[in-house]
Protein backbone atom coordinates (compact mmCIF):
# COMPACT_ATOMS: atom_id res chain seq x y z
CA UNK A 1 0.00 0.00 0.00
CA UNK A 2 2.69 2.49 0.81
CA UNK A 3 4.14 2.08 -2.86
CA UNK A 4 1.00 2.53 -4.40
CA UNK A 5 0.74 5.79 -2.13
CA UNK A 6 4.11 7.07 -3.09
CA UNK A 7 3.73 6.44 -6.97
CA UNK A 8 0.51 7.81 -6.95
CA UNK A 9 1.42 11.45 -5.45
CA UNK A 10 5.02 11.14 -7.35
CA UNK A 11 2.85 11.03 -10.38
CA UNK A 12 0.19 13.41 -9.42
CA UNK A 13 3.00 15.70 -8.43
CA UNK A 14 4.41 15.01 -12.28
CA UNK A 15 1.37 15.78 -13.74
CA UNK A 16 0.63 19.30 -12.50
CA UNK A 17 4.17 19.98 -13.41
CA UNK A 18 3.47 18.74 -16.56
CA UNK A 19 0.17 20.77 -17.37
CA UNK A 20 1.48 24.20 -15.51
CA UNK A 21 4.80 23.58 -18.51
CA UNK A 22 2.42 23.21 -21.09
CA UNK A 23 -0.50 25.77 -20.21
CA UNK A 24 2.38 28.70 -19.02
CA UNK A 25 5.58 27.92 -19.85
CA UNK A 26 6.49 31.46 -20.29
CA UNK A 27 5.77 31.67 -16.58
CA UNK A 28 7.58 28.03 -15.77
CA UNK A 29 10.52 29.12 -17.66
CA UNK A 30 11.36 32.31 -16.51
CA UNK A 31 11.04 30.81 -13.00
CA UNK A 32 13.94 28.35 -13.70
CA UNK A 33 16.01 30.94 -16.09
CA UNK A 34 15.10 28.94 -19.19
CA UNK A 35 14.75 31.77 -22.17
CA UNK A 36 11.82 30.40 -24.83
CA UNK A 37 13.16 31.41 -28.61
CA UNK A 38 10.52 31.44 -31.05
CA UNK A 39 8.24 28.71 -32.00
CA UNK A 40 11.16 26.16 -31.69
CA UNK A 41 12.21 27.09 -28.11
CA UNK A 42 8.36 27.12 -26.76
CA UNK A 43 8.13 23.66 -28.91
CA UNK A 44 11.07 21.78 -27.49
CA UNK A 45 10.06 23.23 -23.81
CA UNK A 46 6.25 21.72 -24.02
CA UNK A 47 8.04 18.40 -25.18
CA UNK A 48 10.56 18.30 -22.63
CA UNK A 49 9.28 19.58 -19.88
CA UNK A 50 5.50 19.04 -20.35
CA UNK A 51 5.50 15.59 -22.82
CA UNK A 52 8.19 14.27 -20.51
CA UNK A 53 6.99 14.91 -16.77
CA UNK A 54 3.51 13.95 -18.49
CA UNK A 55 4.78 10.81 -19.44
CA UNK A 56 6.52 10.23 -16.17
CA UNK A 57 3.33 10.71 -14.45
CA UNK A 58 1.63 7.98 -16.57
CA UNK A 59 4.08 5.74 -15.82
CA UNK A 60 4.34 6.07 -12.18
CA UNK A 61 0.92 6.29 -11.86
CA UNK A 62 0.24 2.62 -14.21
CA UNK A 63 2.90 1.33 -11.79
CA UNK A 64 0.90 2.36 -8.78
CA UNK A 65 -2.00 0.83 -9.76
CA UNK A 66 -1.01 -2.25 -11.03
CA UNK A 67 0.00 -3.11 -7.64
CA UNK A 68 2.14 -6.31 -8.50
CA UNK A 69 4.54 -4.10 -9.89
CA UNK A 70 4.76 -1.47 -7.62
CA UNK A 71 8.04 -2.40 -6.40
CA UNK A 72 9.58 -1.73 -9.41
CA UNK A 73 7.82 1.38 -10.16
CA UNK A 74 9.63 2.11 -7.43
CA UNK A 75 13.07 1.11 -8.09
CA UNK A 76 12.16 3.29 -11.53
CA UNK A 77 11.04 6.26 -9.32
CA UNK A 78 14.70 5.88 -7.52
CA UNK A 79 16.44 5.39 -9.95
CA UNK A 80 15.15 8.70 -11.98
CA UNK A 81 15.39 10.96 -9.13
CA UNK A 82 18.82 9.64 -8.16
CA UNK A 83 20.12 10.94 -11.29
CA UNK A 84 18.16 14.40 -11.31
CA UNK A 85 19.75 14.67 -7.66
CA UNK A 86 23.44 13.95 -8.85
CA UNK A 87 23.00 16.31 -12.22
CA UNK A 88 21.39 18.88 -10.21
CA UNK A 89 23.43 18.89 -7.43
CA UNK A 90 26.55 18.87 -9.37
CA UNK A 91 24.77 22.10 -11.62
CA UNK A 92 24.62 24.20 -8.57
CA UNK A 93 28.20 23.83 -7.58
CA UNK A 94 29.33 24.41 -10.99
CA UNK A 95 26.95 27.40 -11.39
CA UNK A 96 26.46 31.12 -10.05
CA UNK A 97 22.61 33.15 -10.24
CA UNK A 98 20.71 30.02 -9.32
CA UNK A 99 16.69 30.94 -9.65
CA UNK A 100 14.56 30.31 -6.67
CA UNK A 101 12.56 28.03 -8.21
CA UNK A 102 15.47 25.66 -9.25
CA UNK A 103 16.62 25.49 -5.09
CA UNK A 104 12.83 24.44 -4.71
CA UNK A 105 13.02 22.10 -7.23
CA UNK A 106 16.29 20.57 -5.98
CA UNK A 107 14.49 20.26 -2.67
CA UNK A 108 11.61 18.24 -4.08
CA UNK A 109 13.87 16.20 -6.40
CA UNK A 110 15.48 15.29 -2.42
CA UNK A 111 12.71 14.79 -0.81
CA UNK A 112 11.35 12.43 -3.99
CA UNK A 113 14.46 10.42 -3.68
CA UNK A 114 14.83 9.95 -0.08
CA UNK A 115 10.77 9.26 0.29
CA UNK A 116 11.23 6.82 -2.38
CA UNK A 117 14.30 4.91 -0.53
CA UNK A 118 12.28 4.98 2.45
CA UNK A 119 9.57 3.41 0.41
CA UNK A 120 11.51 1.05 -1.38
CA UNK A 121 12.76 -0.46 2.27
CA UNK A 122 9.44 -0.69 3.55
CA UNK A 123 7.53 -2.02 0.56
CA UNK A 124 10.99 -5.16 1.21
CA UNK A 125 9.68 -5.08 4.42
CA UNK A 126 6.12 -5.56 3.74
CA UNK A 127 6.81 -8.69 0.87
CA UNK A 128 8.93 -10.34 3.47
Known sequence: MIAKTYLTIVG??????????????EQTSQKIGFTLNGGSGKSEYMTVYGGLEFGLALVLIVFAWRTSMAGEGVLICVLIHAALVLFRTVSLFCFRDIEPMTWQLAAGEWVILLLGLATMFLHSKQAI
Not at 18 to 25: D, E, K, Q, V, Y
Open 12 to 25: LLYFGLAMWCTFAP
